[in-house]
């Protein structure tokens, strides 16, 4: 549970600096406001905006982003991430209290008395069933049930994590979309040309005398494409 908790803290660090070097380019400038107004959005509309939205409420950011069809799929994986927390950790309950069982036991027939985890007779049974054994003549050990025990548990912390990762990218979403409203794809020019030899004329050439029909249109010695990006 240590390494969720240093995980998800992690997690708060790096929203928080993209949160501050965000700030200075929330403010919107003329080209910025005009371009949202084009797009049907309001000219003070902000990644800062959408990060806190995104960040307080599940969904909230991309709707703020007018991005419906990611809501969904934001809360289908937070509540995909939480049902496998909740049966993860009802499964490692049960072996824990069943091996808290076995304990006590031992416990009763070493020094006499009573099982003081009496209690959680029902879900020892219920972990034998799991294992495959049979309640009434078990030979189910403890070292069997703190195996499950520690492996649910291992999968619930995992569970948790990538839920916090998940949702920590789902305000990153948010945040990047904000930005990329104001991205005017016209700004961007993709030239691609292709590349060859230079041409070649009738007479000498590299010591060989070429005669106008020996002499094609361009002499390719090795043939590419160049490609050039204008932003």
Do not use: C
Not at 6 to 12: D, K, Q, R, S
Not at 90 to 107: D, E, H, K, Q, S
Not at 125 to 140: F, I
């Amino acid at each position: 549970m240590r390494r969720v908790g240093l995980g998800l803290g992690l997690l708060v660090v790096l929203l928080g600096a993209s949160l501050s070097t965000g700030t200075a380019s929330a403010q919107p400038d003329s080209v910025r406001a005009s371009i949202l107004e084009e797009r049907g959005f309001s000219p003070d509309h902000s990644p800062r905006g959408a990060l806190w939205r995104a960040a307080a409420a599940p969904g909230w950011g991309q709707f703020y982003n007018r991005q419906y069809y990611k809501m969904p799929f934001v809360y289908a994986g937070l509540a995909g991430g939480g049902y496998a927390i909740y049966t993860l950790t009802r499964r490692y309950r049960l072996f824990r209290n069943a091996n808290l069982y076995v304990i006590g036991r031992n416990r009763a027939e070493e020094n006499g008395g009573d099982n003081p985890y009496g209690q959680f007779e029902g879900e020892y049974d219920e972990a034998v069933v799991r294992l495959g054994g049979d309640p009434q003549g078990s030979t189910v050990g403890g070292r069997q049930l703190r195996d499950q025990r520690d492996q649910y548990r291992r999968w619930r912390d995992l569970s948790i994590l990538g839920t916090g990762l998940f949702y920590a990218l789902t305000v990153l979403d948010a945040y990047v979309s904000a930005h990329l409203l104001s991205f005017n794809v016209g700004d961007v020019a993709l030239d691609v040309r292709p590349s060859g030899g230079e041409p070649v004329v009738a007479g000498r050439q590299n010591g060989t005398d070429r005669t106008p029909e020996e002499v094609s249109l361009r002499d390719i010695n090795g043939i590419g494409v160049r490609l050039h990006v204008r932003f």
